[in-house]
């Protein structure tokens, strides 16, 4: 399976593009190779390199994905304590999932963080200030999109996401909570 690329004409697998671009459709998707480095580079070359095992990557995004799986598993759960999460955003994330044996159900684990996160100076720059929209149901308060980004004011909804958003794409890692 594979379609054309509208950029440099050249018949592509479904693998040679990114499912965004996949999504597209014919006629509109461009392939990897055009999308990344605009047609300079023979599309079979990796330009990015894992300096722990080798392995080539097509992008800079996807070897910082892939360098998560040579972190030690040195990072507690906040609430049970585990040990076992390569980085805090994991272990929020944990907690945010509604598995954690200390804080079960997501919902529930959703509104724990936020109240911890709420009553800790350290977060009061990553709390959104956007105001809180109900729609009746009270049993709830927390926004939608309760934590903001410092350096890019982009919102999310959980917080292991603005813990990945700032150790993907800013480069600041376990920067809150003592995680």
Not at 68 to 83: A, F, I, L, M, Y
Not at 130 to 142: P, R
Not at 143 to 156: E, I, N
Request: proline share 2%; aromatic share 8%.
């Amino acid at each position: 399976m594979g379609r054309e690329c509208s950029d440099c004409q050249e018949w592509r697998t479904c693998s040679q593009f990114s499912s965004n671009q996949w999504r597209k459709g014919d006629g509109a998707s461009r392939c990897k190779f055009c999308v990344d480095s605009n047609g300079v580079q023979n599309y079979n070359s990796s330009r990015y390199q894992c300096s722990e095992c080798n392995r080539d990557f097509d992008s800079q995004n996807e070897l910082n994905m892939h360098m998560q799986v040579h972190r030690p598993r040195n990072v507690s759960c906040p609430v049970c304590g585990d040990t076992r999460f390569r980085s805090g955003a994991n272990a929020v994330q944990h907690v945010e999932s509604g598995y954690c044996r200390g804080c079960r159900g997501s919902s529930n684990a959703r509104q724990q963080i936020y109240n911890y996160a709420s009553g800790q100076r350290v977060m009061a720059q990553y709390m959104s200030s956007v105001a809180l929209l109900t729609n009746g149901d009270s049993s709830d308060d927390v926004p939608d999109f309760p934590y903001q980004c410092q350096q890019c004011s982009k919102a999310f909804r959980h917080l292991s996401q603005l813990l990945q958003h700032n150790d993907q794409k800013h480069q600041v890692h376990n920067f809150m909570l003592g995680i």
